[in-house]
């Protein structure tokens, strides 16, 4: 045969072709055209007649992109998106589908301020951290703001992490593993249950996952392997600069990802040398979070971070009453303690943030014996296969859900996370390196390594900043991801694990461990749930439904002092202020110093014409809490009203001094102005209770029109000879 002359294709015998799978035999045949990359497509046949059958799946032929494209993170997306669709379409039967509950109320509220065009989203320092709000927002504005489209939406960005769960893997481990992680991640239960809320986890963890592959990808980790020849990857410093952008992103839906920036800065500055990388990745994280700085600081007065909740927030996780103040939800029981930096006159958003942290730093201080044991304590439930609540229960919307009903279970062990903790554990700490990877790009083992060393930094680094404060299951969604990679690599060769005795070791100890907790009692509390029907009923304007759901919620916990709280707003709402006084008298019965309790009490009083019953009740609110600007205030207008300037003078002059941000404060001070008459200082109070009402405040109208009629009297007064003029 000539040098230069192709040889014919040679069939492969039929013994031959009866050994091999049908994957194999594919490639064969295949193989068999001889084809050379890059060859015309009018050279000859390779494959002849009488040479043996034509290679199946011919498109490929006419489209070389179709032995390139790889369909699977479409697939995982559908399956993903599919599971999110249906979960959305069975709760809808859930009475509090449609309205957002706990913190999901400020967030519609900020929202709604913004795609009205407050950009800013009001004149105050940011209480939560603003970016899902912002997200809600442009959902406002392009979907609209009914609930199946708001969550159709989340639920497409909750698959997209599944997706980059997929590409992460694809870059770190085997194909195989990679899949078997995404699809671990389309059918895991708490994902597809918080993809369904008006909560920060769907923003946050596909910022996350976004920046960890920026990173891995401008690293020059994974990745399809070069052709034969080419130059390596390239490492772009513009997708470390990416990747800071994003998590700095991540950083304003939930700032615990801060704590992870330091490590993987160094992760890049150790990876890349020198250290432009690292800066350009530091320099991408700082960006939003200082837009968002800059924000609070020319908006709002205060040069606060991101938002001011920190403060509170790192209390509750750090004092010696944990075990109660972990069970605050936002309303009447988290008022309470919110309330007690105003209550001595600390009235700036950073202060009150300051207040708090310094009472958690003190208790860890003065008392390290117990705040070991308490971080134990909060270690455990870290790991503990249960998802703990901290908005809603979870579990409860099994009753809605059989698609939850299925992936979100305890029985023996606590399905989801009680066996993917156990399957990562025993893929990190007992499966060889190379069956992780095996199969996975033609990358340098030591580029994979560096890569999963990143992983371990982000999960250790940001499991650290959830003991810091308190584990619940929405706090720990964002280490999912990590766990279901290695998870996903002994899950792609399942069989074969087994049969090591390190890893069956591992397995078994991961599920003791990760299980400790299978037959505990659930964190959620039994009126939990009727006071979420309660508020939903309440917010349709189902009146009596929601007093029944109430009075159910009191029934179950007598000690809860929020349905009392909402009965008599209710009440007051329907100028029922006989029940009013009653209800807070109730509430006063288990919360004797609730100070905000105590003046709502004495303006109850006050509509029933009881008026020294209401100063008292005032005096007694002012004596709990010197701070309160508003009952100051009510006791100096009280005054005013029967004309007693002198017994009000000193009332307002304490207000404006205590609270100077309550608009309330600035109308009584201009109304004793007013009958001073001292008309510029009354004209500058009512201005700045103008400045601080929201628009549609009785008070902000009251005000207006007050200066209304002092400027047209100015007028008139004006325009009138003085006297003595002829």
């Known amino acids: ?35 050379a990359r890059g060859a015309s497509r009018s050279d000859a046949d390779p494959c002849p007649a009488g040479a043996g059958s034509a290679p199946r799946f011919r498109v490929s032929a006419a489209f070389p992109w179709g032995k390139r494209l790889d369909l699977r993170p479409l697939g995982v997306f559908a399956l993903a998106y599919a599971a999110r669709l249906l979960y959305v379409l069975e709760i809808r039967r859930a009475p509090y589908f449609d309205v957002p509950l706990i913190d999901g109320p ?86 597809i249950h918080f993809d369904a809320q008006p909560l920060i986890p769907v923003v946050h963890i596909v910022l996350v996952l976004a920046g960890l592959l920026m990173l891995l990808r401008a690293a020059g980790i994974g990745g399809p392997a070069p ?46 040398r020198p250290a432009a990388a690292a800066g350009l990745f530091l320099l991408g994280v700082v960006l939003p979070v200082a837009a968002v700085t800059a924000r609070n600081y020319f908006v709002a007065g205060e040069p606060v971070l991101i938002s001011s909740n920190g403060g ?35 009235v700036e958003a950073s202060a009150k943030s300051r207040y ?204 809860r002092i929020d349905p009392y709280n909402s009965l008599a707003a209710m009440a007051a709402e329907q100028g029922r202020w006989d029940e009013t006084a009653r209800r807070y008298t109730d509430l006063l019965a288990i919360a004797p110093d609730f100070a905000d309790v105590r003046r709502s009490l004495g303006e109850a009083y006050l509509a029933l014409e009881r008026k020294e019953d209401a100063r008292r009740e005032w005096e007694t609110a002012i004596h709990l809490a010197p701070g309160g600007g508003l009952a100051l205030a009510d006791l100096c207008v009280s005054y005013l009203d029967d004309g007693q300037i002198a017994f009000a003078e000193p009332y307002c002059e304490r207000a404006v001094r205590s609270r100077p941000d309550l608009p309330e404060t600035h109308l009584a001070a201009g109304l004793l102005a007013r009958s001073q008459r001292r008309r510029d200082r009354a004209r500058a109070e009512l201005t700045e209770a103008v400045r601080l009402f929201a628009a549609d405040n009785p008070g902000r109208r009251r005000a207006e029109d007050i200066l209304e009629r002092m400027r047209r009297r100015d007028e008139r007064l004006s325009g009138e000879p003085p006297p003595g003029a002829p």
């Open 312 to 346: 509170i927030n790192f209390y509750i996780g750090n004092n010696p009453d944990y075990e109660k103040t972990i069970r605050l939800r936002p309303g009447g029981e988290f008022e309470r303690l919110a309330q007690e930096p105003e209550n001595l006159g600390i």
């Open 356 to 559: 708090f942290t310094t009472r958690a730093w003190q208790f860890i201080r003065d008392y390290p014996a117990e705040a070991l044991r308490l971080y134990v304590r909060k270690t455990e439930d870290l790991v503990a296969g249960r998802e703990i609540p901290r908005n809603q229960d979870p579990y409860v919307y099994r009753r809605f859900s059989s698609l939850l009903t299925l992936l979100l279970w305890r029985f023996g062990v606590s399905f989801p996370f009680g066996v993917v903790a156990p399957l990562a554990a025993a893929a990190l700490f007992a499966l060889p390196v190379s069956a992780a990877v095996a199969g996975g790009p033609a990358n340098a083992p030591r580029d994979r390594r560096d890569g999963r060393v990143l992983l371990l930094l982000y999960a250790a680094t940001y499991a650290l900043s959830i003991l810091l404060f308190f584990p619940t299951d929405r706090y720990r969604l964002p280490l999912v991801p990590v766990a279901l990679l290695w998870a996903g690599s002994l899950l792609a060769d399942l069989r074969a694990g087994l049969k090591s005795w390190r890893v069956v070791t591992a397995l078994v100890l991961g599920l003791v461990l990760f299980n400790l907790d299978a037959f505990r009692p659930s964190e959620s509390y039994p009126e939990e749930e009727a006071l979420n029907r309660a508020y939903a009923l309440r917010m349709k304007g189902r009146r009596e439904e929601a007093r029944a759901a109430y009075l159910e919620a009191m029934a179950l916990n007598p000690r």
């Open 227 to 272: 052709e034969e020849g080419a130059p390596p990857p390239r490492r772009s410093r513009a997708g470390f600069f990416g990747a800071g952008i994003l998590w700095g992103l991540a950083a304003t839906a939930t700032p615990n990802i801060l704590l992870c920036v330091p490590a993987a800065a160094w992760w890049t500055w150790r990876r890349m």
């Open 106 to 191: 400020n967030y519609f509220r900020m929202a709604a301020a913004i795609a009205s065009g407050s950009l800013a989203a009001g004149r105050e320092v940011f209480w939560q951290p603003p970016l899902y709000p912002y997200f809600l927002a442009l959902l406002f504005s392009t979907v609209g703001t009914g609930m199946v489209a708001i969550y159709a939406v989340q639920a497409a960005v909750g698959s997209l992490s599944c997706v980059l769960v997929y590409f992460i893997g694809r870059r770190l481990f085997a194909p195989r593993a990679a899949l078997c992680a995404a699809l671990v991640a389309a059918f895991y239960g708490p994902l």
């Open 1 to 35: 045969m000539p040098r230069n002359e192709a040889p014919r294709p040679a069939r492969a015998g039929p013994s031959e072709t009866a050994r091999r799978g049908p994957a194999a035999r594919f490639s064969a045949r295949w193989a068999a055209r001889g084809e």
